[in-house]
């Protein structure tokens, strides 16, 4: 142990000090002398201390201890080692001595704290609670020095295969060798079987329509084997060939032409005979097919489109026309049209690939989309709460004055026996189960439902309640089973009598079955049902149902009747009776629009004035968006509003001449929708800018270049993933007109990039583009082992075999610290507010000086007891020694006087 200065310079001052004394001394030479003593003594404690300190005394030891990291690489390629590397790490736990404590992190992208340092660590396995598609060894440097304590000797030892993929551990070498870190490396050799690697796939970037091109597939292999090429457009399969595959590096050529506009995604899959690792045998590419921009129109029924395509052709617009249940079903496919026109087209025929992608395409991507009304559109076409309502202009739910009272709904469930009947592998019942719970999403909070269900008997599966909690009432619906025969009508009558209890302004009975059942003694329930104020309507499903009781059911109780051999139509039918029930949504009256607002849409429409529309479909305009047209009742009839870089537009009419039977042969009718069209397919790209991506250690970069405008722009760049994940960041001006931004890659595919710069919040100019993600390099077929050869070399480490090398060899040794500078400050205040006391207060010195005398002579006598006593307790006094003392009287007798004299105290004080 060691007392040294951190900072010796100032120990000069103490030269100072004792000048201070003598110019102190002068001038309290007038004070008496005790008093003058403890003023000198508390400033030289005072000027010492405080020097001291500012010279930073401390204590300096050579500190004993180590701290040891296990750094154990979890990543996918040390996949075969784990259990060879938790026992290296068991092992040398063993070897550990009382000076060591050690703790265990593992990791592959991210570190993981297994176990905390300590001097009894316990471990057994590694958690398996991380990703490991990527090795950042740079990283888990990083934290192992981050818990590693400074006042102690330092080792890391680092067990992996080295196969580096993201980060550089050469970064840190420096800062491990600096802090003088034992790094001790454990390497795995990652061995090889038989394998087979797709490298990559080439196409051209950008093309144009109708132009051929190649698609390249370049295949690794370290065997000769055969084995399946597949090439797939999107998701469908292009190709397919049976190759041979020669050790070393294969090429194989598709060809194929440009047939449709946008981006396209290709992906090559070889599935070889001979293959040990199946995650490196997919590659994909994209290409970017230019073109005058095409519009998509969808119609659910035969000829609801036909108006809107004849406006179309006139305008010699390029359009593709397909059904409902053809749409695109991802968002390659949709990206490719620049607007979509849906006529009159229910969501339950659209594919939850086009409803998922739906709003991407919109938000992100810019696209347009037209939603035109009809009974089988907006609220009674189910689009309440899902994609569609999100990027529409309005709401499916009625707001305001036209809002809806609360309500409620039973359903009463034919659960006979011969709802099995299936199609499909799907059964009558099973749908009439998905109608239910179709209905519970339609319902909102302060609504009723229930649930009835019946053969020969009946039961409550749902009693009317609040949908509170949707899971559980969803579960309890599933619960249903058929059997037994059909019996309605004691069914109905307790679902009447139910109803009737229920406070709701609506009430409204779905009636659903397949068979036959009593004919007579309906008339007195229904009336009963109509006085109450509730309606029922009836579903047949299949023509064995007996459609006429139904009807007459139906009829006297003021609802609807469906016949439906289609039995996945009965999900549907039950959504729309749930907001048909209310009465409000379907308008079929002959009224004119309203102008709400002037709107370039209407140029040279209006002027003239406007046909009148005999009904439409009602909804509720969206706060940010603005109505063009209005009913005579002041519903939404023409809607627009932007939504992220998309524009979106309702007509709540239709366009079939249903309802807009004026407006066919309206001169202006195809100036409006040629409006409408071109609205929505404004476009921002500029030949200003152009764009580069590309894969940097795990990210993906993007980076945009202005040619000749260097304005600083607001830029930023949406990238919608292969999981159709949306994600958004900033890029950073890195130089005039230069802007650069990463993100982090999960997802092998195709990532499609939508840059957007604008300023003052107006939108200036966007460009697409696109970054292909192969499979993570942890899965590659060439080892790389230079980094971690680096690492070592750069930090001073060495390679080790065996475990009980671990906590053998040299360490650098470590200066333990106590820094005694706070200390040494406190006392010279204490002595500083000492000196103050004594000369501002009037202290008696002279019993302070006695009282210090007392005790100082106090502690002399016991010292001096404590010696003595210390000479009573030693054994074996050697004779010699006794004769020697004896020989000498006069010690004796001042030894004698010196106990006496402690005797004497001793009695004195009792």
């Not at 010699?316 to 249940?325: D, Q």
């Not at 966007?766 to 690492?791: C, F, H, W």
Request: hydrophobic letters at 40%; charged letters at 30%.
């Amino acid at each position: 142990m060691v007392i040294d200065f951190a900072k010796p310079i100032w120990l000069i001052l103490l030269v100072a000090v004792s000048g201070l004394l003598i110019a102190t001394s002068k001038a309290i030479s007038g004070r008496a002398r005790s008093k003058k003593a403890f003023i000198l003594t508390a400033r030289f404690i005072t000027f010492t201390f405080l020097v001291l300190s500012l010279a930073g005394l401390g204590i300096t030891w050579t500190v004993e201890d180590t701290a040891t990291i296990f750094l154990m690489d979890g990543s996918d390629s040390m996949s075969e080692h784990i259990k060879e590397s938790e026992s290296f790490v068991r092992s040398a736990l063993k070897e550990m001595t009382d000076k060591d404590e050690a703790g265990i992190i593992s990791f592959s992208e991210e570190p993981i704290m297994e176990n905390f340092l300590s001097k009894n660590p316990t471990f057994d396995s590694m958690s398996s609670d991380r990703k490991g598609k990527y090795t950042n060894i740079e990283k888990a440097l990083n934290a192992a020095l981050s818990v590693l304590p400074d006042k102690s000797r330092k080792r890391i030892v680092l067990i992996t295969d080295g196969e580096e993929n993201d980060g550089s551990s050469s970064n840190i070498a420096g800062a491990v060798k600096n802090k003088g870190v034992d790094l001790k490396v454990l390497k795995m050799d990652r061995e090889k079987g038989s394998e087979v690697s797709a490298v990559s796939l080439t196409v051209p970037q950008t093309l144009n329509m109708g132009e051929e091109f190649n698609i390249g597939v370049n295949i690794k292999s370290n065997v000769n084997t055969s084995g399946r090429l597949l090439l797939f457009d999107g998701s469908k399969k292009a190709a397919e060939e049976r190759v041979e595959i020669t050790k070393g590096d294969n090429r194989f050529v598709f060809k194929d032409r440009a047939d449709a506009r946008g981006f396209k995604t290709y992906r090559a899959v070889i599935e070889a005979d001979s293959d040990t690792e199946m995650r490196n045998n997919e590659v994909s590419s994209f290409i970017n097919v230019l073109d005058e921009p095409m519009i998509l129109l969808i119609e659910d029924k035969e000829g609801e489109g036909d108006e809107i395509a004849k406006i179309l052709e006139g305008a010699k617009a390029s359009f593709k026309r397909i059904n409902a249940r053809s749409a695109p079903a991802d968002l390659q496919s949709m990206a490719q049209y620049k607007t979509i026109l849906l006529a009159n087209v229910s969501a339950e025929n659209l594919s939850d690939g086009f409803l998922k992608a739906l709003e991407s395409y919109v938000r992100d991507f810019g696209g347009g989309l037209i939603a035109s009304g009809g009974d089988d559109s907006f609220a009674l076409g189910g689009y309440y709460k899902t994609s569609l309502e999100k990027v529409l202009p309005v709401n499916m739910e009625l707001k305001g004055k036209k809002a809806i009272p609360d309500m409620s709904i039973i359903m009463v469930i034919d659960k006979s026996g011969s709802m099995s009947e299936a199609s499909g592998g799907i059964t009558k019942l099973d749908l009439a189960k998905e109608a239910a719970a179709r209905v519970l999403d339609s319902l909102r909070d302060n609504d009723n439902i229930g649930v009835l269900a019946f053969d020969g008997a009946q039961y409550w599966v749902v009693k009317p309640q609040k949908p509170g909690d949707r899971e559980a009432l969803r579960s309890d619906i599933g619960t249903i089973r058929q059997g037994g025969g059909t019996s309605i009508l004691p069914a109905l009558e307790e679902a009447v009598k139910t109803m009737k209890s229920q406070s709701s302004k609506i009430k409204h009975i779905i009636l659903l079955t397949d068979g036959q059942a009593e004919k007579t003694g309906y008339d007195k329930l229904l009336e009963d049902a109509r006085q109450s104020g509730i309606t029922i309507s009836t579903v047949a499903a299949g023509h064995d149902a007996d459609v006429q009781l139904l009807e007459h059911i139906s009829n006297k109780a003021g609802g609807r009747s469906y016949v439906t051999n289609e039995y996945s139509n009965i999900p549907t039918i039950f959504a729309k009776e749930t907001f048909m029930a209310a009465k409000a949504y379907l308008n079929n009256r002959e009224f004119t629009p309203r102008v709400a607002n002037l709107h370039p849409v209407l140029d040279e429409v209006v002027r003239k004035g406007i046909p009148s529309l005999k009904g439409y479909i009602a909804s509720s305009p969206k706060d940010a968006a603005s109505v063009l047209l209005e009913s005579d009742e002041g519903d939404p009839i023409l809607t627009l509003w932007q939504y992220g870089l998309g524009k979106t537009a309702a007509w709540n009419s239709d366009m079939k001449g249903v309802w807009s039977g004026n407006y066919v042969n309206w001169d202006s009718n195809p100036v409006l929708w040629n409006n409408l069209i071109n609205w929505t397919i404004e476009n921002y790209s500029s030949d200003d800018v152009e764009a580069e991506t590309r894969i940097q250690d795990g990210y993906g970069e993007i980076r945009l270049k202005q040619k000749s405008n260097k304005e600083t722009m607001d830029t930023k760049a949406v990238i919608t993933a292969p999981s159709l994940e949306s994600i958004e960041i900033k890029l950073d001006e890195e130089a005039p007109g230069q802007y650069m931004g990463r993100f982090r890659i999960e997802d092998t595919g195709a990532y499609l990039i939508k840059i957007v710069q604008s300023k003052g919040g107006e939108i200036k100019s966007t460009i697409s583009t696109g970054l292909s993600v192969q499979y993570s390099p942890e899965y590659s077929m060439d080892a790389n082992g230079d980094k971690l050869d680096r690492l070592v070399m750069e930090s001073g480490g060495q390679y080790i075999e065996d475990a009980g090398e671990v906590f053998k060899g040299p360490i650098a040794p470590v200066q333990g610290r106590l820094d005694l500078t706070l200390p040494m400050l406190v006392l010279a205040l204490i002595a500083f507010l000492t000196d103050i006391a004594i000369r501002r207060l009037k202290l008696p010195m002279d019993e302070i000086t006695r009282l210090g005398g007392l005790i100082a002579k106090k502690i002399k006598i016991d010292k001096k007891e404590q010696r003595a006593e210390d000479v009573r307790e030693k054994p074996d006094v050697i004779p010699e020694e006794k004769k020697a003392k004896e020989a000498k009287p006069e010690g004796n007798k001042a030894a004698s006087k010196t106990l006496d004299t402690a005797a004497l105290l001793k009695r004195k004080k009792r």
